[in-house]
């Protein structure tokens, strides 16, 4: 899969699209052929065109629109259901052999694992929470009490260091709110001097805060090394809520009407390249390989890209044209994360039953004096002098809770997430998890029970997934260059559409929900179509 991606980044478009003539139905196919003859066995979809382009965007009487939209995640196919319920024809290529894209629902007879999306996040403003009822999905608010843990075992009720990092949190967003000029820093930074300075916390929470705000990793999916403390998204009172029998019923209904013909969602088909123009004058092309390496053409009226941000950061697709500059730069000042997970299943379970989620905090380095930081009632040594999770914050989620199966998900961060998911051997994963477990367990003294199961992501493997899991700020990072790049081209035939493209609920199904309908609300007003009120999901 990447050798087929980095031969696809490589290649060269030279035959650049057409003008069409004033009878606008031969320019279709002629663009067609032209792309059609650039790739072997190329097959084109769609010489018929659905509708006449005209160039001025303005939609002609009887002839329906094409829309193509790349990418079967949560944004286009939100996309292409607004489109198809206002009378647009639309066509979903997809490099995957299934939908969803990060939302992966797998079904065990233990259970549902979300390999992807598994919580619907700030519950009072998430639209999509109004499905829960209305399909009867059963589920929990995993936001009761969570444990916390240092390598020496359970924190105690006056462990504030985690209050401390709350604290700096607060203060991180009214710094750079006052002070935007402010250059950018990284979070870990930013913190240490954040409690070199504060004279009124304890020498244990020194220490520790800056180990506390590391579960903020957890949530952005990378290093506070490497997270930009300008933007830095810090959740703490929004409500979470877990569906126990997976993501993927949204997956399905929101895929719902696009199903009922077979031919619309096209599982299978990788894009290598988009011919498009800004303003309809030429026809748009979205050219793709199938596994079998044979080539098909789509040409659309307009085209819809939803592939991931890390996808397109890494030019696994090509355009032709090149993309506008400023969407060009707002690419390069938006990074991309990597959450992973890791899902153990037990003979039983031996960890607290009345804990939603186990939070591990790593210690923290020995203070300048040499000084030992937090002395060890256990007395059993730094685990951190070898190589083990120890070394990294943590956030374990009881899955015994949410579903009664016998497992615990371990959450961890780039650039722990790539060194895991390229591990093969499941001995040795379970190996250097192992010390965690042994951390859980309610009677210590009691060897752990036997693994049965062990379940891992591989979305940095994965180029369909633009090697990480969602769009990070790092240092440096400017969101907003891309936000407003985009919304500079609402009218162009070439719409984005994910998650990297929202500030609000960015990063999130929610956000890409909702970016793809406004995607297809772009290309309605363009085409000079009326829209519908939207439905009780619409974010307008
Ligand atoms: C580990 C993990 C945990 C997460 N946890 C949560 C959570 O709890 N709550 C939450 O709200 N969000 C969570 N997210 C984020 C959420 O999953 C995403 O924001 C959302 O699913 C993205 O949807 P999308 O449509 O933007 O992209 P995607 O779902 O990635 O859809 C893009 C589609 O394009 C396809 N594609 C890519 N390249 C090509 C190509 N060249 N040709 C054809 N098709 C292509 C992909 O296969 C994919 O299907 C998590 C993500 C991960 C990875």
Redesign the pocket.
């Known amino acids: 899969m990447a050798q087929l991606y980095s031969l696809t980044s490589q290649r060269d478009i030279s035959s650049p699209p057409k003008k069409p003539s004033s009878s606008l139905f031969p320019s279709v196919v002629e663009a067609s052929k032209d792309l059609s003859t650039s790739l072997t066995n190329a097959a084109t979809v769609g010489e018929l065109p659905t509708s006449t382009v005209n160039g001025q965007g303005e939609a002609t009487l009887g002839v329906k629109k094409r829309v193509v939209i790349?990418?079967?995640?949560?944004?286009?196919l939100r996309a292409a259901s607004v489109l198809q319920r206002n009378g647009v024809e639309v066509i979903v290529?997809?490099?995957?052999g299934r939908?969803?894209?990060?939302?992966h629902t797998t079904h065990t007879d233990q259970g549902a694992r979300?390999?992807?999306?598994?919580?619907?996040?700030e519950t009072s403003q998430n639209n999509l929470v109004k499905l829960i009822p209305r399909l009867g999905i059963e589920y929990y608010y995993d936001d009761g009490m969570a444990i916390y843990y240092t390598e020496h075992g359970r924190a105690g009720a006056q462990f504030k260091a985690k209050k401390v990092a709350d604290e700096f949190a607060d203060y991180c967003e009214w710094f750079y709110d006052t002070h935007p000029d402010e250059p950018d820093r990284d979070v870990a930074g930013f913190v240490d001097e954040f409690v070199r300075k504060h004279q009124l916390i304890t020498k244990d929470e020194r220490a520790w805060a800056p180990q506390a705000v590391k579960e903020v990793e957890l949530w952005i999916g990378t290093s506070v090394e490497q997270a930009s403390a300008k933007h830095l998204s810090y959740f703490i009172t929004e409500r979470?809520l877990y569906m126990k029998g997976g993501y993927d019923s949204i997956v399905d209904w929101t895929a719902k009407s696009l199903q009922s013909n077979p031919d619309t969602i096209r599982l299978g088909?990788?894009?290598?390249n988009i011919v498009w123009s800004e303003d309809g004058s030429m026809t748009n092309v979205v050219e793709?390989r199938l596994k079998d390496c044979t080539a098909a053409n789509f040409t659309a009226d307009a085209v819809i890209c939803?592939?991931?941000l890390g996808?397109l950061r890494h030019e696994?697709?090509s355009f032709n044209p090149p993309l506008p500059n400023d969407i060009q730069t707002g690419l390069t000042r938006f990074s991309y994360g990597a959450?992973?997970?890791i899902f153990f299943e037990f003979t039983d379970v031996f960890w607290s039953k009345d804990n939603d989620q186990f939070i591990y905090y790593p210690s923290p380095p020995e203070l300048e004096d040499g000084e030992e930081v937090y002395s060890s009632s256990a007395g059993s040594g730094s685990s951190t002098t070898h190589d083990n999770i120890l070394n990294y914050a943590t956030v374990t989620i009881n899955l015994w809770i949410m579903t009664g199966s016998k497992e615990l998900c371990v959450q961890i961060a780039e650039p722990l997430t790539q060194r895991i998911e390229a591990m093969t051997n499941k001995k040795d994963l379970y190996k250097f998890f192992e010390p965690l477990f042994k951390l859980y367990r309610t009677e210590p003294y009691k060897a752990l029970p036997s693994l049965v199961n062990i379940e891992k992501?591989n979305?940095t493997q994965d180029?369909?997934?633009?090697f990480g899991?969602?769009s990070a700020d790092k240092v440096g990072d400017e969101p907003s260059l891309l936000l407003e790049a985009l919304d500079a081209h609402r009218d162009s035939r070439l719409q984005f559409?994910?998650?990297?493209c929202t500030e609000v609920?960015n990063?999130?199904?929610?956000?890409?929900f909702a970016?793809?309908e406004k995607a297809a609300r772009n290309l309605l007003r363009a085409f000079g179509m009326e829209m519908d009120g939207g439905d009780e999901v619409s974010l307008f």
Not at 93 to 96: A, T
Not at 269 to 272: M, S
């Open positions: 790349v990418g079967a995640g949560i944004s286009g290529i997809e490099g995957r939908i969803g894209g990060r939302i979300d390999m992807g999306a598994a919580w619907m996040h979470n088909h990788t894009v290598e793709c939803t592939i991931p996808a696994l697709v959450l992973g997970k992501t979305w180029p369909l997934a633009g899991s969602y559409a994910g998650e990297h609920a990063g999130c199904v929610h956000g890409a970016t793809g």
